[in-house]
């Protein structure tokens, strides 16, 4: 072996000692009809590329079966991607906390009928069949599980990605010891101290911050989840000091969605029309002050359109709408697949509600996740918005709870605008703060001049 050599195989072993064991066994791309896409670990980030660049990466001398079509080379968007990039779990619905604002109404006594380690576990068996790269694992609050750990193990195993959502209330001393087996771990965090008690309706700051110093001297990729809401809003760039401060990794924000108990505090806790309009001059400033990673769900793109942004530069960075039932699924307690975390399971199709252990057999479907993949039908004025094929029309869940699912979104502030133009009454409450107002049939006659 030459010096060179010696050299280079040194250089990988010292890269891989620096790797965490879970990213070694992380799969490292899957083919696509435009190309691939490809896993990087530093940075953490999945890269979509065309087909030339996929053939020379991978050293492709014969062309996949994938690739039958060369119309559709580079052609992201065509079409939903071939499986999901990554399925949301929720493994169990039993939570004592009771939250005000619970996405999934979580209760002491969980779903009826929640599936165990054996059905999860095939379920995993079904995602890494169809390519899928992460898993987000959470509740309820499953750290609580006494085979989580197993599971994350087994999804290891198959190439897949466990990370994990906990409020840190329960299970912290099991999670500590299994802590490694997950990719990223974020910590349900609405606010620091008076603030946390506003948003979740109790106390539970001091035993979230414990469990946060305690999963962060073990792991290095450790965040928050923060669900944005009218009572933190105000106050997340103090979240993004205490962030910075306990050396996090990460913090995602969360769109406050009208699910479980979230439906009924929705008027509450909802963020106004104003705050909406705010959102990313407050988070470009946070980003820069405290030198952050700060991530967004996707149902926040109408919030960054708004800013006109280069269509081209979203594009590039992969920002979307809402991909539910495309870039992302979900799965209930009992195994129900849903489009994502938020969203009700599917209506049945031949009888038969969709499980997320069928993935596969369902993806492909005529019909399938209705009304998600069909945000090409979309009203005004997301018709005639240049972001249309970026923003998907906003968030589909947003929609249902006011109107239609297929409605736009009535918290995207170009849709709060042409309502209060094409309306009279109902509609001028919008921008003081009530999106829902004037919900209904828009009028195709007349819409804003195009962004």
């Not at 009203?379 to 006011?402: D, F, I, M, N, W």
């Amino acid at each position: 072996m030459s010096v060179r050599e010696r050299a280079r195989a040194a250089l990988t072993r010292a890269r891989q000692s620096l790797t965490p064991a879970w990213a070694q066994r992380a799969r490292s791309h899957r083919l696509e009809p435009f190309g691939a896409i490809f896993q990087m670990l530093r940075p953490r980030a999945l890269v979509f590329t065309d087909r030339p660049y996929a053939r020379r990466a991978l050293g492709l001398r014969d062309e996949p079966a994938q690739w039958a079509d060369p119309a559709l080379d580079g052609a992201l968007g065509a079409g939903v991607l071939s499986a999901p990039l990554e399925a949301h779990l929720q493994l169990t619905n039993r939570c004592a906390a009771g939250c005000q604002g619970c996405y999934t109404g979580a209760s002491p006594q969980g779903a009826p009928a929640e599936w165990g380690l054996a059905e999860w576990k095939r379920a995993l068996d079904e995602l890494a069949r169809c390519g899928v790269f992460h898993v987000a694992l959470g509740g309820g609050e499953s750290a609580a599980l006494p085979w989580l750990g197993e599971l994350a193990e087994h999804a290891l195993a198959l190439g897949i990605v466990p990370n994990l959502t906990t409020s840190g209330l329960e299970g912290l001393d099991r999670l500590l010891s299994i802590c490694d087996r997950f990719g990223q771990i974020n910590v349900s965090l609405d606010g620091v101290g008076d603030v946390y008690r506003a948003v979740r309706g109790f106390d539970g700051f001091a035993a979230a911050d414990h469990a946060l110093r305690a999963l962060r001297a073990r792991k290095r990729e450790v965040g928050i989840n923060v669900v944005v809401t009218r009572q933190n809003f105000e106050h997340l760039d103090e979240l993004f000091a205490y962030a910075r401060q306990q050396r996090l990794s990460e913090v995602e924000l969360l769109r406050y969605k009208p699910a479980g108990r979230g439906a009924r505090n929705y008027q509450q806790l909802r963020c106004t029309d104003a705050q909406h309009r705010a959102f990313f001059p407050l988070l470009a400033r946070a980003a820069r002050r405290h030198r952050l990673r700060l991530k967004v769900d996707c149902s926040y793109t109408p919030m960054l359109a708004h800013h006109q942004m280069a269509p081209a530069l979203l594009h590039q960075l992969v920002v979307y709408g809402c991909t539910g039932g495309d870039f992302l699924v979900g799965a209930k307690p009992g195994g129900q697949l849903t489009a994502c975390s938020f969203a009700a399971p599917p209506p049945a199709l031949d009888g038969q509600r969709p499980r997320v252990d069928e993935l596969a057999a369902y993806w492909h479907a005529p019909g399938a996740f209705a009304p998600f993949r069909d945000w090409r039908q979309a009203q005004e004025p997301c018709r005639s918005c240049k972001y249309l094929s970026l923003c998907r029309g906003g968030c589909r869940v947003v929609s249902a709870h006011t109107g239609r699912a297929i409605d736009p979104d009535p918290e995207c502030p170009r849709v709060v605008d042409f309502r209060k133009l094409v309306n009279s009454g109902p509609a001028d409450a919008a921008s003081d703060g009530d999106p829902a107002a004037g919900v209904g049939a828009v009028p195709g006659r007349r819409h804003l001049p195009v962004i």
